[in-house]
T-cell receptor, first 110, second 112 residues
């Protein structure tokens, strides 16, 4: 099983729709979880951290399910500017490397 | 907002040549990283650096690679003898403690 696994997509979604991505991780002892977004040929940028109780930032909601070892990201009322690749990122042991999923490509269609 | 800066933005080199990629992490950060991303593939960990030494490295980070923090601000990645397969985007990143990584905007390395 891959350390961090995501559906690569692409997801083509009409503007205004709601879209959800899932990500699974293999190391049950993983401590920190993040969603990053990456635009074409740019650096990854932090979208949001994922907390155990779930958290929301505007149109974005992140959830963590430790029992099933998955993380989700929900985008409501999607905008054209949400088109990007969304990277699931896991910190396996604390203060060391982050492990990236392959990313899920999202295109918002006008 | 403080940023991680990387230079150059694009480096073209011939196979077998040495390259040095430069990074200035955010000034109060403690942990420094190099990642790379081959075109169309995922972001891959190369090396992490803490307290003036390598704390972890991946299988990619072989004897051809080295890192240095020569002064209080710069963090460099050296590839001694580049190969065609080293062509990729190289991202430097830093963080303070158990906080998210902040990435630089990358150096695109093209080996011909």
């Amino acid at each position: 099983r891959k350390e961090v696994e995501q559906d690569p997509g692409p997801f083509n979604v009409p503007e205004g729709a709601t879209v959800a991505f899932n990500c699974t991780y293999s190391n049950s002892a993983s401590q920190s979880f993040f969603w990053y977004r990456q635009d074409c040929r740019k650096e990854p940028k932090l979208l949001m951290s994922v907390y155990s109780s779930g958290n929301e930032d505007g149109r974005f909601t992140a959830q963590l399910n430790r029992a099933s070892q998955y993380i989700s990201l929900l985008i409501r009322d999607s905008k054209l500017s949400d088109s990007a690749t969304y990277l699931c990122v896991v910190n396996p042991r604390g203060n060391e490397k982050l492990t990236f999923g392959t990313g899920t490509r999202l295109t918002i269609i006008p | 907002e403080p940023e991680v800066t990387q230079t150059p933005s694009h480096q073209v080199t011939q196979m077998g040549q040495e390259v040095i990629l430069r990074c200035v992490p955010i000034s109060n950060h403690l942990y420094f990283y190099w990642y790379r991303q081959i075109l169309g593939q995922k972001v891959e960990f190369l090396v992490s650096f803490y307290n003036n030494e390598i704390s972890e490295k991946s299988e990619i980070f072989d004897d051809q690679f080295s890192v240095e923090r020569p002064d209080g601000s710069n963090f460099t990645l050296k590839i001694r003898s580049t190969k065609l397969e080293d062509s990729a985007m190289y991202f430097c990143a830093s963080r303070l403690d158990n906080s998210p990584l902040h990435f630089g905007n990358g150096t695109r390395l093209t080996v011909t």
